[in-house]
């Protein structure tokens, strides 16, 4: 089925429809929830699929930048989900409750379903009707599987340009979209001179501030349209709390108590704007979020959390020499439950590829010219003997064709992975491909004045550039393609799509190698 639906298939179901008592099963004495004005302004989402099943998610806002314009009390919610686009084959339905301790958001976990199959969804409140959603689901996991094209995405400051990526998302044939954090920024309206538009209200600290805060980036049309388009499979970075927080300890110097509650305020804020199964629902002031996705027999993917369990970073942050801090064994960026997990994951996988899908630089990122070396703490070198323990555990356990997807640094990258990273002539275990961001840092407006300086202090790195957009990866059994589809502005909507650059791993040989180039 061809998915370049972004216009035919948005036309068919943006508006919703109205239903009647007797359309919608309900006797005319039950109770009809009311609405100020349409209540599914935030549109529908997808996510976590599964073989059999998927997460249906939407949120009943009709006035979604003033506190949600909900009634007071919960509102039961009917889902839908067809084989076709006219709703003519129904093959589950069901009812969830929208609770007010959620914002009224719904999380509808649908059972059930065939393997590797499109399906359309809506939700019906009262008499009103959502948009129409897609999804599909996975593959068996034993499944041979010829095939995988999805995009990865991060880094969508709002102020900082328009969403055409997403608008470009919604035109390509995906399977999925990786979403590796940064859906949301904290900060206060009118930062800095890249704005094209402005945030509502203050920096974010409260429950309200950022539902809020997550309303606003969802009412954007072109996100709204790629988060309805395919399931979404999401993690998070540091903005969707607070810029450089790790852990419980906050970026700024401040007293820990009310860290903690802003962090468990996002963490909430980010479960009920996100299609989340039930078991990353937050529990005090903690939530799940490393989990597996493994898509029939050819890729296994481990998404993992890089910010709530880590240390604090070393060395006051920032960009900074390596140090007995930077480098002591006993410091972490995962936490000990979630490196046991992955281990234990890599271990059992029987996939061709395995993916390590993550938010901060994994390999080593040299910054200085000369002998002195400058790293990045707030990424992997910052953590350079867990990082180092890693790659180890993927050279000796010989797992199949290691994958890193990183976000975070509003720019591209492409990376061998080495044994030594201090050793070019060293072996080369993996790659990692860092995908820019959808907006973050405006119209290629790149901090590295001297990009020479990264290739030649970086023998292992292989492409760098200052572009916006997203990465498109097309796995086979045979070979890892990643295309680097790139914008040239997001001041302002409508730039073309182009693909830069992209790069081949091939099953069994590690490391990356150029297949295109047009810069």
């Keep these: 089925m061809k998915t370049n639906v972004s216009e035919s298939f948005h036309e068919k179901t943006a508006g919703g429809r109205l239903l009647t008592a007797e359309s919608d099963g309900r006797t005319s ?24 099943g998927v997460v249906l998610w939407t949120r009943l806002a009709p006035e979604p930048l003033n506190g949600g314009g909900m009634p007071p009390e919960d509102v039961t919610v009917k889902w839908e989900v067809a084989r076709d686009l006219e709703f003519r084959e129904i093959v589950r339905q069901g009812v969830e409750t929208a609770k007010r301790e959620y914002a009224h958001s719904v999380h509808a976990e649908v059972d059930g379903l065939e393997p590797d199959t ?11 009707t959502s948009q129409t959603g897609r999804t599909k689901t996975l ?14 995405v991060s880094c969508q400051h709002f102020e900082e340009g328009y969403y055409t990526a997403y608008r470009r998302i919604a035109e390509e044939e995906l399977d999925f979209v990786l979403h590796l954090g940064d859906a949301i920024y904290e900060y206060g309206p009118g930062t800095n001179a890249k704005n094209v538009r402005l945030h509502k209200g203050a920096e974010t600290l409260t429950i309200d501030d950022y539902r809020t805060r997550h309303a606003q980036y969802l009412y954007d049309r072109d996100y ?8 979404w499979i999401v993690t998070w970075d540091d903005h969707d709390v607070e810029n450089n927080y790790a852990g419980l300890t906050p970026e700024k110097n401040q007293p820990p108590e009310p860290f903690i509650l802003r ?3 996002a963490y909430q804020a980010f479960y009920e704007h996100m299609p989340l199964r039930r078991s990353s629902m937050p529990r005090a002031e903690d939530m799940q979020m490393y989990r597996k996705v493994t898509y029939g027999d050819l890729a296994e993917f481990l998404i993992l959390d890089t910010r709530q369990y880590r240390d604090d970073q070393a060395n006051q942050d920032g960009n900074k020499p390596p140090s007995f801090e930077s480098t002591d064994p006993s410091r972490t960026i995962l936490g000990h439950e979630q490196k046991k997990w992955l281990y234990d994951g890599l271990r059992r996988s029987k996939s061709t590829w395995n993916v390590l899908a993550q938010q901060v630089f994994f390999s080593q990122v040299d910054h200085q010219d000369g002998d002195v070396k400058v790293l990045p703490m707030d990424g992997w070198d910052g953590y350079s003997a867990e990082r180092n323990e890693v790659v180890e555990f993927l050279q000796k356990q010989h797992i199949s064709n290691p994958i890193v997807l990183t976000g975070d640094v509003h720019t591209n990258w492409v990376f061998d992975i080495k044994s030594d990273f201090d050793n070019p002539n060293s072996t080369t275990v993996g790659a990692e491909f860092a995908g820019t961001s959808v907006t973050s840092g405006g119209d290629r407006a790149n901090t590295i004045k001297n990009p020479d300086i990264l290739y030649a202090e970086n ?12 990465v498109r990866c097309t796995v086979t059994p045979q070979h890892w393609r990643t295309d680097y589809r ?5 001041s302002r909507p409508g730039a073309p799509i182009e693909t830069v650059a992209s790069f081949i791993c091939e099953n069994g040989r590690p490391g990356v190698r150029r297949v295109y180039e047009n810069m």
């Design 263 to 265: 962090r468990a305020s």
């Design 224 to 231: 709204k349209l790629a988060r309805s388009i395919f399931p």
């Design 29 to 52: 004495a039950e109770k009809v929830p009311k609405f100020t004005a349409y209540p599914f302004t935030l549109g529908v989402s997808s996510g976590e699929p599964l073989p059999d």
């Design 118 to 128: 499109f399906y359309y969804y809506r939700f019906h409140a009262g008499y009103e």
């Design 139 to 152: 593959p068996l996991q034993t499944a041979p599987v010829d095939q995988l094209v999805f995009a990865f």
């Design 459 to 470: 023998p292992h790195l292989k492409f760098f550039n200052d572009q916006r957009g997203y």
């Design 486 to 490: 790139l914008l040239e502005y997001v």
